[in-house]
């Protein structure tokens, strides 16, 4: 007898196929790149300082002694911090996701810088800088996820007229029925009213002589 098997619980892995979770990751990969080295460029053509690839892969440069190194260590915290944020929330928007794949993004970036400059990052400005961007990344992008998480969904687009028209359909039908209630008992007085009026006094005795006579 084949074994029934159980459907998987919503928000489960299985949903999400491996190729799409690495496409997700490449997405993001490439985006933290990107907004790095735009913010890098600007930087540097703004300071009047030569940009080169070693912003944006190296490490030698972020450290705290420095002026230019405390302005590097924000720009990469904005970036992985803010903008990386917002970007999970726009591809992922899945609140238990996102530890997983901040941490998955900075830990390439370590790989890739390590391969880059051949020596593991040795400024502790660079680790500091590193664990601020994947707190804030972290923090900013579950807060976010879990606020779309929690949005009401709507269905044809017409969920809160649907649910005044609702409302107003259950008012207008209370009102219906404390109005017929209220007419109905206001129609039974005028015509016990009306009733009273209908009725004649006559005089029994005078009715007895006549049937006697």
């Known amino acids: 007898m084949a074994r029934r098997r159980r459907p998987p619980r919503p928000g489960a892995l299985s949903e999400l196929p491996p190729l799409k979770i690495l496409s997700q990751i490449l997405a993001l990969q490439a985006l933290y790149y990107l907004f790095a080295f735009i913010l890098l460029l600007f930087t540097s053509l703004a300071s009047g300082t030569p940009f080169t690839l070693d912003l944006v892969f190296g490490w030698s ?3 705290g002694d420095t002026t230019q190194g405390w302005l590097l260590g ?12 917002l970007s999970i929330i726009q591809l992922i928007s899945r609140s238990k996701l996102v530890p997983d794949f901040v941490l998955s993004l900075h830990f390439i970036h370590l790989v890739i810088t390590y391969l880059y400059t051949s020596s593991v990052p ?8 590193m664990f601020i961007s994947s707190g804030v990344s972290i923090a900013l992008s579950t807060w976010g996820c879990r606020k779309r ?50 009725y004649e006094m006559v005089n029994v005795g005078t009715e007895e002589n006549r049937r006697v006579d």
């Open 149 to 198: 998480e929690l949005k009401p969904i709507a269905f044809g687009g017409h969920s809160t007229t649907s649910q005044q028209q609702a409302q107003e359909g259950g008012e207008q039908a209370g009102d219906e029925e404390q109005g017929f209630t209220r007419g109905r008992g206001r129609g039974r007085a005028r015509g016990d009213e009306a009733g009273r009026g209908e």
């Open 61 to 63: 440069q972020v450290r």
């Open 74 to 85: 924000f720009i990469w915290v904005l970036d992985g911090g803010l903008l990386i944020a």
């Open 122 to 129: 040795q400024h502790s400005a660079w680790w500091m800088t």
